[in-house]
């Protein structure tokens, strides 16, 4: 009898996870979870500087703006849409061929943890057609 008891035992395949399976598994999927909360704020001002330029595109467009026109514009958006990380003042705005490239170039540093940080460059660029 004894003897059945020990094959049937070992013939048996565990299943399951393991508590530090387990708490390792939480660990890894936390620190992703960690990270795109982290990381959410950040894109989230992306899109409204993304918005602020693609909005001066669909303004001036093919109406014959001045440069000042443009910043004054993008200034005022950035003050409705609660634009922070980058100001009016850092979006370029550079007469070429037919039209101004209105560019919006910045790095944002979030922190992580301790002292790893995510760095993330952005650049958004349209072209205003006069």
Request: no cysteine; proline share 2%; net charge positive.
């Amino acid at each position: 009898m004894n003897n059945r008891v020990i094959k049937r035992s070992l013939g048996r395949r565990e299943r399951g996870m393991t508590t530090l399976g387990m708490i390792i598994l939480v660990s890894f999927i936390g620190l992703f979870v960690f990270g795109g909360i982290r990381l959410t704020p950040v894109y989230l001002n992306y899109f409204k500087v993304s918005g602020v330029v693609e909005g001066v595109l669909k303004e001036f467009d093919g109406q014959n703006p001045s440069r000042s026109a443009i910043l004054m514009s993008v200034s005022r958006r950035f003050d409705v849409e609660s634009v922070d990380q980058i100001t009016a003042r850092d979006v370029r705005v550079t007469a070429k061929d037919g039209g101004y490239e209105v560019s919006a170039k910045y790095d944002h540093v979030a922190p992580f943890i301790g002292n790893v940080n995510f760095l993330v460059a952005f650049n958004k660029t349209v072209f205003v057609r006069r």
